[in-house]
């Protein structure tokens, strides 16, 4: 007997790698899920569609294996787009099933009809529509399509009538992504030349090269030359943040000094760098080395040479093409780099946010995988959170969505329970995803949720503040968080000074959840 779709698209997934599938059903891809379960996955019940897709992309940028999430059709479908727009400006490869009307049905029902491969299409990098006759090969296809540079997700539509349907029992290929391309060694000796001809050259370091295998060829490079290390919010961890040549966190709290500090440069090696992670034009003078896993066809930032291919390969072979000779002095990088901590790190007497992350940072161990949300939490996570591991930072930064950081934080402990696992939320996040704290529960996820309370939209606020207006829309109630720890049956810790934070860190959660809300003073966010 042929398996059905829904166990042909399980048995595919499974073959990738897949372990969990993020959703919220309906009544429309219940057989789907069923076909899941018998081929070995967990389905993974979340509150609400769009923390499902958050969910999925976190396990994808995590782990390398695509993430998984499913809705329904209708509004099930249109939950996912938040979700899905994150994965794609993040380059997370992610599949995304939803299910769709009967074929036969759609072109005369009205009810819940929408074209849904269109309204994904500028979100995804392909669509197809499931059918009995080609789930193993569009399956395959997708996954494919996803892991393929630059990574992205894929959206897949499953009429309700198709996934109990028999297909045919097609082979399962061994999963394999496309061939790597061969680095150019006229760009490698170009490369050299201009990093010897240089006197002050610096390395801005983005997501691509966030991986383990990039991390030791990046260190040697950068202590060969000599060389300063700038890193984007989703490449934090590839250089140790406690290293003699680390700066800082471009893009993150007092961003504008870090590019002060790129204009005194007169060589920049853009090392794994995707032009949307940065959140402003790009207009230093010096000159450009692009090193990355494509061609810098965006032009974002001209570029005078291009090594492209696996970037630890090309860091090995530009280090080893020529004797290096240090370039900028250490005794100037660490007076700059200790006067950039000390303007980001705040001097208001109450208990700053900067604070809360440096009693949290001493409580944990270093490969532990910490998520922040967007807005000010974000800013200050970015530059003041030390990480040392590559991929142990996980922030919308593409997309730069509201209410990511708590249903990150779920899947990366679900797909690694051993490790450590925190997020850092500011209370709008929170009240955006806090129902998932059930999910996190239900599942027995030990996750630290720390909220930091300003009971306002800060970053908001304080453009209105700047601008002269009255504040307007941007401040919200107080929570009761312990009452609000007690509807959910997890620990809630109210804490406002250093001290009890510190105490409140040296308890680990157990079995569950456990919120640590801090009352924070968001003049600590503002650096002059």
Same mark, same amino acid.
């Given at each position: 007997? #042929?398996?059905?779709?829904?166990?042909?698209?399980?048995?595919?997934?499974?073959?990738?790698?897949?372990?969990?599938?993020?959703?919220?059903?309906?009544?429309?891809?219940?057989?789907?899920? %069923?076909?899941?379960?018998?081929?070995?996955?967990?389905?993974?019940?979340?509150?609400?569609?769009?923390?499902?897709?958050?969910?999925?992309?976190?396990?994808?940028?995590?782990?390398?294996?695509?993430?998984?999430?499913?809705?329904?059709? +209708?509004?099930?479908?249109?939950?996912?787009?938040?979700?899905?727009?994150?994965?794609? @400006?993040?380059?997370?490869?992610?599949?995304?099933?939803?299910? =769709?009307?009967?074929?036969?049905?759609?072109?005369?029902?009205?009810?819940?009809?929408?074209?849904?491969?269109?309204?994904?299409?500028?979100?995804?990098?392909?669509?197809?529509?499931?059918?009995?006759?080609?789930?193993?090969?569009?399956?395959?296809?997708?996954?494919?399509?996803?892991?393929?540079?630059?990574?992205?997700?894929?959206?897949?539509?499953?009429?309700?009538?198709?996934?109990?349907?028999?297909?045919?029992?097609?082979?399962?290929?061994?999963?394999?992504?496309?061939?790597?391309?061969?680095?150019?060694?006229?760009?490698?000796?170009?490369?050299?030349?201009?990093?010897?001809?240089?006197?002050?050259?610096?390395?801005?370091?983005?997501?691509?090269?966030?991986?383990?295998?990039?991390?030791?060829?990046?260190?040697? @490079?950068?202590?060969?030359?000599?060389?300063?290390?700038?890193?984007?919010?989703?490449?934090?961890?590839?250089?140790?943040?406690?290293?003699?040549?680390?700066?800082?966190?471009? %893009?993150?709290?007092?961003?504008?000094?870090?590019?002060?500090?790129?204009?005194?440069?007169?060589?920049?090696?853009?090392?794994?760098?995707?032009?949307?992670?940065?959140?402003?034009?790009?207009?230093?003078?010096?000159?450009?080395?692009?090193?990355?896993?494509?061609?810098?066809?965006?032009?974002?930032?001209?570029?005078?040479?291009?090594?492209?291919?696996?970037?630890?390969?090309?860091?090995?072979?530009?280090?080893?093409?020529? =004797?290096?000779?240090?370039?900028?002095?250490?005794?100037?990088?660490?007076? &700059?780099?200790?006067? &950039?901590?000390?303007?980001?790190?705040? #001097?208001?007497?109450?208990?700053?946010? =900067?604070?809360?992350?440096?009693?949290?940072?001493?409580?944990?161990?270093?490969?532990?995988?910490?998520?922040?949300?967007?807005?000010?939490?974000?800013?200050?996570?970015?530059?003041?959170?030390?990480?040392?591991?590559?991929?142990?930072?996980?922030?919308?930064?593409?997309?730069?969505?509201?209410?990511?950081?708590?249903?990150?934080?779920?899947?990366?402990?679900?797909?690694?329970?051993?490790?450590?696992?925190?997020?850092?939320?500011?209370?709008?996040?929170?009240?955006?995803?806090?129902?998932?704290?059930?999910?996190?529960?239900?599942?027995?996820?030990?996750?630290?949720?720390?909220?930091?309370?300003?009971?306002?939209?800060?970053?908001?606020?304080?453009?209105?503040?700047?601008?002269?207006?009255?504040?307007?829309?941007?401040?919200?109630?107080?929570?009761?968080?312990?009452?609000? +720890?007690?509807?959910?049956?997890?620990?809630?810790?109210?804490?406002?000074?250093?001290?009890?934070?510190?105490?409140? &860190?040296?308890?680990?959660?157990?079995?569950?959840?456990?919120?640590?809300?801090?009352?924070?003073?968001?003049?600590?966010?503002?650096?002059?």
């Amino acid at each position: 007997m #042929s398996p059905t779709v829904a166990r042909a698209i399980g048995d595919r997934l499974r073959a990738a790698g897949v372990k969990h599938v993020f959703g919220h059903p309906g009544g429309e891809v219940i057989d789907l899920i %069923e076909g899941f379960r018998q081929a070995g996955l967990e389905f993974v019940l979340t509150k609400q569609e769009t923390a499902a897709a958050f969910m999925a992309e976190a396990t994808a940028t995590a782990t390398g294996t695509p993430g998984v999430c499913l809705a329904t059709l +209708g509004p099930g479908a249109t939950n996912l787009v938040t979700g899905i727009a994150q994965a794609y @400006l993040d380059r997370a490869p992610v599949i995304a099933f939803s299910g =769709q009307l009967p074929a036969e049905r759609y072109e005369i029902a009205t009810h819940q009809r929408l074209d849904l491969k269109h309204l994904f299409a500028p979100i995804t990098k392909w669509q197809a529509t499931v059918s009995a006759t080609n789930a193993a090969a569009v399956v395959e296809r997708a996954l494919r399509i996803a892991e393929r540079v630059r990574r992205g997700p894929v959206y897949l539509e499953v009429p309700s009538d198709v996934p109990s349907q028999e297909t045919v029992d097609v082979a399962l290929p061994r999963f394999a992504t496309e061939p790597v391309s061969a680095i150019d060694d006229d760009a490698i000796r170009t490369a050299a030349a201009r990093l010897r001809g240089s006197e002050r050259p610096v390395l801005l370091v983005g997501m691509d090269a966030n991986t383990d295998a990039v991390a030791t060829p990046l260190r040697v @490079l950068a202590e060969a030359w000599q060389m300063p290390v700038i890193v984007s919010p989703k490449a934090k961890g590839v250089f140790r943040e406690d290293h003699p040549l680390f700066v800082g966190t471009i %893009e993150g709290l007092g961003t504008a000094y870090l590019y002060d500090f790129i204009d005194t440069c007169d060589l920049v090696l853009m090392v794994g760098f995707d032009p949307v992670e940065f959140d402003r034009d790009w207009s230093a003078r010096a000159r450009i080395v692009h090193i990355g896993l494509v061609p810098n066809d965006d032009r974002y930032y001209g570029s005078e040479v291009e090594i492209v291919g696996p970037i630890d390969a090309a860091l090995e072979r530009l280090c080893a093409v020529s =004797q290096a000779t240090p370039k900028v002095a250490r005794d100037e990088i660490s007076a &700059f780099r200790d006067a &950039f901590l000390s303007r980001v790190r705040g #001097s208001v007497k109450e208990l700053t946010a =900067q604070e809360v992350l440096r009693e949290l940072r001493a409580a944990l161990p270093e490969d532990a995988l910490v998520t922040c949300d967007v807005g000010y939490n974000k800013a200050v996570s970015a530059q003041c959170w030390p990480a040392y591991r590559p991929r142990t930072f996980f922030v919308s930064n593409g997309l730069s969505s509201m209410g990511y950081g708590l249903p990150a934080a779920l899947a990366l402990k679900l797909a690694d329970r051993a490790r450590p696992v925190a997020c850092v939320l500011g209370d709008g996040g929170f009240a955006m995803a806090m129902a998932e704290i059930e999910t996190g529960t239900r599942l027995g996820l030990e996750v630290t949720v720390i909220v930091l309370i300003d009971d306002a939209l800060s970053q908001i606020k304080a453009g209105q503040e700047r601008r002269g207006y009255p504040i307007t829309g941007t401040t919200f109630g107080e929570i009761d968080y312990a009452k609000l +720890g007690e509807a959910f049956g997890i620990d809630a810790t109210i804490v406002s000074t250093v001290d009890e934070c510190r105490a409140a &860190f040296k308890t680990t959660p157990r079995g569950r959840p456990r919120i640590v809300a801090a009352r924070i003073d968001p003049a600590g966010y503002r650096v002059d």
